[in-house]
């Protein structure tokens, strides 16, 4: 490979996808704020004021809210509460 195809190459950046949000990003874009996510996962557990994280037991009525663990958002496609890093597959 010729010298001024390894730049081309270089400066051709490849996207990646992100395993946390799945957006495509390249390295150059990749701030400690590109990515928003939600760092616990979506669960299915009793919700309410006081008892927000309460397991839900055999004897619990079935209403049981699905909410982020991490925020307490209740709509799965609600945007992240935490910023960071995107992370490639490859990483
Ligand atoms: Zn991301
Ligand atoms: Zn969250």
Do not use: W
């Not at 996808?17 to 669960?43: D, E, G, L, M, W």
């Not at 839900?56 to 209740?74: N, S």
């Amino acid at each position: 490979m010729e010298k001024g195809e390894r730049v081309r190459e270089r400066e051709r950046e490849r996207e990646k996808i992100c395993k946390r949000c799945k957006q495509t990003f390249t390295s150059s874009s990749n701030a400690s704020s590109a990515c928003r996510f939600h760092p616990s996962i979506f669960v299915c557990r009793r919700h309410d004021d006081q008892k927000r994280y309460y397991e839900l037991g055999p004897e619990d009525p079935p209403y049981a809210a699905k909410f982020y663990d991490c925020c307490g958002a209740e709509d799965p496609e609600a945007s992240g509460c935490t910023t960071s890093f995107h992370v490639s597959y490859d990483d």
